[in-house]
């Protein structure tokens, strides 16, 4: 009961307001009575809205006026959320017509200042990443290099932890003993093996070598040579069969000797 | 197929520096020779070879000046493109260990035969100008 009670007065509230508006400016009072002859009043061109507005116009009814004042209905209603209201406000009066377009001004100023300053960023944008590229790009090779000196770090000091062979004659192994240098110190490439054979002829057909050792040397490498070859396979020669692992370098070869086994056959 | 054309390698002088027998001697020092490309392989050749004048040097008795090369390495090595690049290119050394000559009709032949043939390894390198004359 209560609820209704309160419903009933908020209606009331409503209804007076309502009635006070269009009282107050007597638009609404109009369409109690019918127009005979509607008559289209455009003060300055067609009215924009179409038919809505003609039509909010028209309600002049008889009341015939040609120029309207500005207290009276001048601007005409559009629809019920009065839209058009602004607009046709301008259009009917200069001074407002005038602060629109200045309002429209300063809002493409705003825009045209926010749209230069979104251009900069992107602009920076693009700079920043060109640069960001580069650097990335020099810090990618930095690591590369830096990778690959491991890399070959590693490898060389996972050749220095197996076991290693170099097939030769008796006289280059006395020349190894005296120097501590894989064939003597001697200028040229040095060639060795991670692959141990047990007969000359098998040494000498899978590494092709241009003749039969006579000893195999097990060793371990001392320094740190830059290898031009890590197990690399080489070509058949003179009717062997190749395919022999290979690594070499063209620096010093400094080595322990483990062992030195003649070949008998 | 090579980028290069075989006949570019013609006339080209080179170093080499000669690794196994590991106590080589030729007349231009220990371990060391020199030479000059005087034939490269034809297409139709079991596989590519330079035939090259060299330092002279002594093996097996007898007097050499004359040698076959070939790649050492399995399938990594072009050895027209990287003899023609300038790059060290390391390579079996062919020379004939009987009366014959090596020549372009016969290189083929002293390839990969025991019978007719040993070789040295080395690592060969094309010198930067012309040598004139041939």
């Not at chain 1, 992107?122 to 060109?130: K, Q, T």
Request: with cysteine; proline share 4%.
């Amino acid at each position: 009961m209560k609820r209704n009670r309160r419903w009933r007065g908020w209606w009331m509230v409503a209804v007076a307001v309502l009635g006070l508006s269009v009282v107050g400016n007597g638009q609404w009072a109009d369409w109690r009575e019918p127009p005979s002859h509607q008559t289209i009043v455009l003060p300055h061109g067609p009215s924009p809205g179409g038919a809505v507005a003609s039509g909010s116009i028209g309600l002049m009814g008889s009341r015939r006026v040609e120029r309207p004042g500005r207290d009276e209905d001048l601007w005409p209603e559009a629809g019920a959320d009065g839209r058009y209201r602004v607009i046709d406000a301008c259009r009917y009066d200069e001074e407002l017509q005038r602060e629109h377009e200045l309002i429209l001004c300063q809002g493409h100023r705003v825009l045209w200042r926010v749209g230069e300053q979104l251009r900069q960023e992107a602009l920076d944008s693009v700079r920043w990443g060109a640069v960001g590229g580069a650097l990335g790009k020099t810090v990618r090779a930095t690591v590369k290099s830096a990778r690959q000196v491991i890399h070959h770090g590693h490898n060389t000091a996972k050749i220095a932890d197996k076991p290693l062979y170099r097939y030769m004659s008796r006289a280059e192994a006395d020349a190894i003993r005296e120097t501590g240098l894989l064939r003597g110190g001697r200028a040229g490439e040095t060639f060795w093996t991670d692959s141990r054979f047990t007969s000359a002829a098998r040494a000498q057909s899978r590494l092709s070598l241009g003749s039969a050792p006579e000893v195999r040397m097990e060793f371990r490498l001392k320094n740190n040579p830059a290898l031009e070859r890590a197990g690399t396979r080489v070509q058949p020669a003179n009717g062997g069969t190749g395919l022999g692992r290979e690594y070499s370098t063209f620096d010093r070869v400094e080595v322990e000797i483990i062992n030195v086994q003649p070949f008998t056959h | 197929m090579s980028s290069h054309s075989h006949t570019d390698l013609t006339g080209r002088s080179f170093a080499a520096l000669v690794s196994e027998p590991w106590d080589f001697k030729s007349a231009a020092g220990d371990n060391r020779l020199d030479g000059r490309i005087v034939a490269a392989s034809p297409d139709s050749a079991k596989k590519p070879w330079l035939l090259c004048n060299v330092s002279l040097f002594e093996a097996g008795g007898r007097q050499i000046d004359r040698v076959v090369l070939t790649c050492r390495y399995w399938k990594t090595e072009s050895l027209f493109d990287d003899v023609s690049a300038g790059k060290r290119v390391t390579v079996h050394m062919f020379y004939a260990v009987d009366s014959g000559t090596v020549d372009e009709t016969t290189a083929d032949d002293y390839l990969d035969n025991p019978n007719l043939s040993r070789f040295l390894i080395s690592s060969i390198q094309l010198q930067t100008s012309l040598t004139p004359g041939g």
